[in-house]
């Protein structure tokens, strides 16, 4: 199935970058962590391209708003949860900095997204 038009979106496309990227960073964690945080910042970054995929296949802005707001939340909510990876010293400010650039790219865009 590689006709979707959503392959086709760069923030989509940043955003299965961003979990790869993730997926590295959260190999870092405690094994203590498997089912807790890690699982919970896989969750939200696939929740990212996943939504936007979603809302892009949507007829009505209204629905496709919707996802787009979806898939923001869960950038945000990643971004606090690389926060708290910090501060329990899971990982180093160096480790968001892989991350941040592409974050703040893909919070940009899907806020165009919802406000187009």
Excluded: C, H
């Excluded at 910042?41 to 391209?49: E, L, N, T, W």
């Excluded at 996802?67 to 910090?86: G, K, P, V």
């Excluded at 160096?94 to 865009?109: A, F, N, R």
Aim: proline content about 1%; cysteine-free; hydrophobic content about 40%.
């Amino acid at each position: 199935m590689t006709g979707f038009m959503y392959k086709k979106l760069i923030v989509w496309q940043k955003s299965i970058d961003l979990t790869g990227k993730l997926y590295e960073l959260t190999n870092l964690f405690p094994k203590s962590e498997e089912y807790v945080l890690k699982s919970q910042m896989r969750r939200a970054v696939i929740s990212i391209s996943s939504n936007i995929a979603e809302g892009s296949a949507r007829k009505t802005k209204n629905d496709q708003q919707r996802f787009y707001t979806i898939a923001r939340s869960s950038l945000i909510e990643l971004d606090s949860q690389l926060e708290m990876a910090l501060a329990l010293n899971f990982i180093k400010t160096s480790d968001i900095e892989k991350v941040d650039t592409v974050m703040t790219e893909i919070y940009k865009m899907i806020s165009k997204l919802i406000a187009d």
